[in-house]
């Protein structure tokens, strides 16, 4: 790959999808260019060039729930990380027992992120 390199990413910060232009100068570095409309998107289009990161939602399985129990990160974790985070999440789940309150800490520290993987409901 050589650099610089443009990019052009849609802002999902907000609701207005704003179309980003970020120039990549190293695998690791990236500046904003153009086309966001709030600040929020000119500090996001950098990190999405260089370091993506998505919050986590599933569901697993609790045994003794009578039905899935929903889960999310409680912060962002890398992008590649995604899938190992989400399996990590069902074994953890699978033992554990019912009732699981909302907020209770389903796993801690979820793949070495420092980032929690919490329910976002109760069940059981």
């Not at 910060?13 to 990236?30: F, N, Q, Y």
């Amino acid at each position: 790959m050589s650099y610089p390199e443009r990019l052009e990413l849609t802002c999902v910060c907000c609701p207005m999808g704003c179309s980003l232009v970020v120039e990549r100068t190293s695998a690791d570095e990236a500046t904003y260019v153009s086309g966001a409309g709030c600040a929020r998107g000119k500090k996001y289009a950098p990190a999405e060039a260089t370091r993506p990161e998505r919050v986590v939602t599933t569901t697993v399985c609790v045994p003794g729930a009578a039905e899935p129990l929903s889960v999310r990160t409680v912060a962002p974790v890398p992008r590649e990380l995604m899938a190992e985070v989400v399996a990590a999440a069902k074994g953890a789940a699978a033992g554990m027992r019912a009732p699981v309150a909302i907020g209770d800490v389903v796993l801690a520290d979820a793949c070495g992120t420092g980032v929690d993987v919490i329910a976002t409901k109760s069940v059981g």
